[in-house]
Nanobody, 114 residues
Framework: QVQLVESGGGLVQPGGSLRLACAPSGTMFSIYRWGWYRQAPGKQRERVAQITSSGITNYADSVKGRFTISRDNAKSMVYLQMNSLLPDDTAVYYC????????WGQGTQVTVSS
């Protein structure tokens, strides 16, 4: 049974910052590529960032230069540092393996609004 627990979301003004955390359990953390995904109301879920087992990262164009994904293999944690937030970043954010498995956590809500 894989468990994915996201935290760190909240309400911020445009230009603000948030740091999200993901605590997976029930899966071999270190050997997998991990990603952050988001789903806005009425839109498909999309992957915004990913990181390989060795720390190589890739980002969606929409967040490139503003978001940073990182991992701590010793703690089995994945993080997403989000800076210069925009209203279009408003979504529920999830972590999952890449490729994703069919089991998702509760997500954490990020709302960017003045």
């Amino acid at each position: 049974q894989v468990q994915l627990v996201e935290s760190g979301g909240g309400l911020v003004q445009p230009g603000g910052s948030l740091r999200l955390a993901c605590a997976p359990s029930g899966t071999m953390f270190s050997i997998y590529r991990w990603g952050w995904y988001r789903q806005a109301p009425g839109k498909q879920r999309e992957r915004v960032a990913q990181i390989t087992s060795s720390g190589i990262t890739n980002y969606a164009d929409s967040v490139k230069g503003r978001f940073t994904i990182s991992r701590d293999n010793a703690k089995s944690m994945v993080y997403l540092q989000m800076n210069s937030l925009l209203p279009d970043d408003t979504a529920v954010y999830y972590c999952n393996r890449v490729p994703e498995i069919g089991q998702w956590g509760q997500g954490t809500q990020v709302t960017v609004s003045s």
